[in-house]
């Protein structure tokens, strides 16, 4: 007879198994499977954002740093080295507890953090052919959606995707909008989340709230 923790076991290896199996999608350049990653790391993401700092805004800025962060994960993810979910979210507290001391090392004077742009070091991808993974988070069928009558984007968003659409890089948006790339990143982001808003709810009433 099984025990409950041995149900909890089962559950917890299938997921695994299936976020092993998702992140080798994503490799592939699978985009949408990364949606899936992304709805089961966010929670715990978000909870460990709040020992960064109570300010919604920079914890919606280190959320977003921490799920590109798992994006690039997954195109060095070894699947024989482990399970995927162990090498991400271990590599996230790391990072965070980096971001961490940062914060409050800022707060208490003893240096000033010039402007927190995300620069992951994930070593070398095991995929050369892909040079930015960020960069592919939208598609080109995606920007047609939300830019068209259903546009929920805002109007700085709005410029974001016209410019990729026209084939600028993420760093070239940046320096032609005179922002960070972090900023380009977390504003591609949003938008996605959006677009899944909407699939969600095809006919979703009022407009979103948009922070950019």
Known sequence: ????????FIIKESMDDELD??????????????DAIDRYLRPGVIHMSFKYTNA?????????????????????????????RHYVMRSIRFEMYKRIKEYHSAKSGEHVLRGRIANFDVGE??????????EHLVKEEQIGYLL?????????EQRILRLFRSGWSMDNIAERLKVDR??????????????????????????FDNMA
């Open 148 to 156: 068209g009558e259903k546009s929920v984007c805002s109007p700085f």
């Open 56 to 84: 919604y805004n920079e914890r919606e800025d280190i959320e977003q740093d921490m799920m590109e962060y798992a994006l690039r994960l997954c195109y060095r993810y070894e699947h024989d080295s482990g399970h995927f």
């Open 125 to 134: 991808s095991r995929d050369r052919r892909m040079e930015d993974p960020a």
């Open 21 to 34: 199996r998702l992140a080798l999608q994503v490799y592939d350049g699978d985009m949408e499977a990364f």
């Open 182 to 207: 972090r900023t380009v990143s977390n504003s591609l982001y949003r938008v996605r989340r959006k677009k899944e808003q909407l699939d969600l709810d095809p006919e979703p009433e009022g407009s």
């Open 1 to 8: 007879m099984y025990r409950i923790t041995d149900f909890h």
